[in-house]
C-alpha cells in the first residue's frame, strides 16, 4: 500500500513564526500536493509539484511556498504565519502524469496559528 | 474552468437504510471522477473512480457510483448503511491536464442513526 506520512498530527505555532510542514512518500511517485481543508469549502490546492525541484501555484498559493529536494519529500512553507492559515493541511501524492490516477492522501497535520 | 458541486452539506440515514450522494460537475468533456470518504481525524480514501466504459462503477465498502453524462452528475450510493459509513464523502474532478489536478466538491457528512 502506498504510504503518505506527514510529520505532525497537530501543531500550534504563533503569527509570525515561520512554519514547515513535511510530507513523504513511499511509492516513488511523481506528483505531490498540498492541501488545506476547511469546513464547507472542501480541499484548496495550495502548490503542487510533478518533478523533482519543479512546482506549480495552486488555487491558493498566496501565503505559502513548498520545496521538493528529493522525490520522496515535499515540504510546505508558511513563511510568517497568520491566524486565517489556521486549517488542516492534507498531503497526497499520485503516479504519473495522467489525471486518471488517483492521489494517496496523508492523515494530515491540524495547525492552529496563535 | 471546472467545478464540483455537491448540493447536500449534511445527510442522516438510519442504520440498515440507503443512502444516496449527489455530485455535479461543470466541463466541457467528461472528466475523469473519484469519490473519497474520510473518517473523522484521518486523510482521504479512494472509495472508487470512473475513466470510461460501464457507466455503474463498483467501490469498496459496498459503495457504487454511476456516471450520467447527460445530466453531468456522478452520485455515489449504498444500498444499506452501517454505523460505520458515519464519515465525510468528497466528489473530485480530474482533468486531463499536466500535473494530475483534481478539483473537489465541499463535501458531505453523513451522520448514521442507529
Given at each position: 500500500d502506498?504510504k ?10 504563533r ?18 500536493f ?9 480541499l ?12 506549480e501555484k ?6 505559502y ?11 510546505l512553507?508558511?513563511e ?10 492534507l ?8 489525471s ?6 496523508g492523515d494530515?497535520t491540524?495547525?492552529?496559528?496563535l | ?19 444516496e ?20 481525524g484521518?486523510?482521504l ?37 452501517h454505523?460505520s ?30
Amino acid at each position: 500500500d502506498v504510504k503518505v506520512t506527514q510529520s505532525s498530527r497537530y501543531l500550534v505555532k504563533r503569527t509570525g513564526e515561520k512554519v514547515f510542514l513535511e510530507c513523504v512518500q513511499d511509492m516513488d511517485h511523481e506528483n505531490m500536493f498540498w492541501y488545506r481543508q476547511d469546513p464547507g469549502l472542501g480541499l484548496r490546492l495550495i502548490y503542487f509539484s510533478y518533478d523533482v525541484k519543479m512546482k506549480e501555484k495552486g488555487d491558493i498559493p498566496e501565503g505559502y511556498s513548498v520545496s521538493r529536494e528529493k522525490k520522496e519529500r515535499f515540504s510546505l512553507i508558511l513563511e510568517s504565519a497568520s491566524t486565517n492559515q489556521t486549517s488542516m493541511y492534507l498531503c497526497a501524492s499520485s503516479k504519473g502524469r495522467n489525471s486518471n490516477q488517483p492521489q494517496h492522501f496523508g492523515d494530515g497535520t491540524r495547525l492552529s496559528i496563535l | 474552468a471546472q467545478s464540483v458541486t455537491q448540493p447536500d452539506i449534511h445527510i442522516t440515514v438510519s442504520e440498515g437504510a440507503s443512502l444516496e450522494l449527489r455530485c455535479n460537475y461543470s466541463y466541457g468533456a467528461t472528466p475523469y471522477l473519484f469519490w473519497y470518504v474520510q473518517s473523522p481525524g484521518q486523510g482521504l480514501q479512494l472509495l472508487l473512480k470512473y475513466f470510461s466504459g460501464d457507466t455503474l462503477v463498483q467501490g469498496i465498502k459496498g459503495f457504487e457510483a454511476e456516471f450520467k453524462r447527460s445530466q453531468s452528475s456522478f452520485n455515489l450510493r449504498k444500498p444499506s448503511v452501517h454505523w460505520s459509513d458515519a464519515a465525510e464523502y468528497f466528489c473530485a474532478v480530474g482533468i486531463g491536464a499536466a500535473g494530475n489536478k483534481l478539483t473537489f466538491g465541499g463535501g458531505t457528512r453523513v451522520l448514521v442513526k442507529p
